[in-house]
């Protein structure tokens, strides 16, 4: 069944931007699994407007034929259409007093002025609050587990303007509350006890002779030293110092990236034989 509707406003969705999600965040796609968009915009209708009773006792006729087993009799039947008298739209701008019609399409549809003479291409043009018509039709939704209906859009005729109907102004809304005074412990200037804390500084590793020095300890290869509050524990007085290494085992073979410079020299530079090997200067 073909319809137009009475003149409404829109005051939910968008004619231009379609939706790619459901509810639940979740892709829409077809059910092969491709991908696909869902046009939609809720058009608020006055309850007083005698051409809204006729369109709805022919949408209400049409549905039954659709679904013959009294499920249009179920209250939980998919009608696409809210009363915005009900409490939980008492708030939402242009629904009290109204029909809410939900109108979808899958693809884009023409949004033409008032005249007909053209053909309207963005959202400056025809925007939620303004006020519209629509050529649509009604189809089965064909779910046995949640029978009712759709209400396809299939063209727009743009009718008049109204107020922007846009999302809700938080920012104004913090303005206007009075704030309650700050809890104890509370502070509007940062704690210095509530900050993390500083990166320790990081260890310079001895300089070389100016006339032959190996090359540096890279900065970043340097573990960061103890913070300044951590000691490490002395050595036993008795402590026996480690036995010499042996500079003729194969473990200590100097390689190219050592310059030239022996394992001795290096040591003496303060590396240690980890360090060494892991710097690629000695063949681990």
Request: hydrophobic share 35%.
């Amino acid at each position: 069944m073909e319809f137009i509707t009475p003149i409404g406003r829109i005051v939910q969705g968008s004619l231009w931007k379609p939706n790619t999600t459901d509810k639940e965040g979740r892709p829409l796609t077809y059910k092969d699994g491709s991908p696909r968009i869902k046009y939609y915009i809720g058009l608020a209708i006055a309850k007083t407007d005698p051409a809204f009773a006729v369109l709805w006792q022919q949408v209400e006729q049409v549905a039954r034929s659709f679904w013959p087993g009294g499920q249009t009799q179920l209250a939980e039947f998919a009608w696409k259409r809210m009363d915005g008298d009900k409490p939980e739209y008492a708030q939402k701008e242009g629904f009290p007093g109204h029909w809410i019609l939900g109108l979808t399409n899958g693809f884009p549809f023409k949004v033409y002025n008032k005249t007909l003479d053209a053909v309207f291409t963005d959202e400056t043009q025809v925007k939620r609050g303004d006020y519209i018509t629509v050529i649509g039709n009604v189809t089965s939704n064909k779910s046995d587990s949640k029978p009712g209906i759709f209400l396809n859009m299939k063209g727009v005729q743009f009718q008049a303007y109204g107020t922007e109907i846009v999302g809700v102004d938080y920012a104004a809304k913090f303005k206007e509350a009075s704030p309650s005074a700050l809890p104890a412990g509370a502070s509007e200037t940062p704690i210095a006890g509530g900050l993390p804390p500083a990166m320790p500084p990081q260890a310079t590793p001895p300089a070389m002779p100016p006339q032959a020095t190996p090359p540096a300890m890279p900065p970043q290869a340097t573990p960061p030293a103890m913070p300044p509050q951590a000691t490490p524990p002395a050595m036993p007085p008795q402590a026996t110092p480690p036995p010499a290494p042996n500079f003729a085992n194969p473990m200590y073979q100097m390689t190219e990236k050592a310059g030239g410079f022996s394992y001795e020299q290096m040591v003496e530079q303060g590396w240690s034989h980890e360090q060494l090997i892991a710097h690629g200067y000695v063949v681990a």
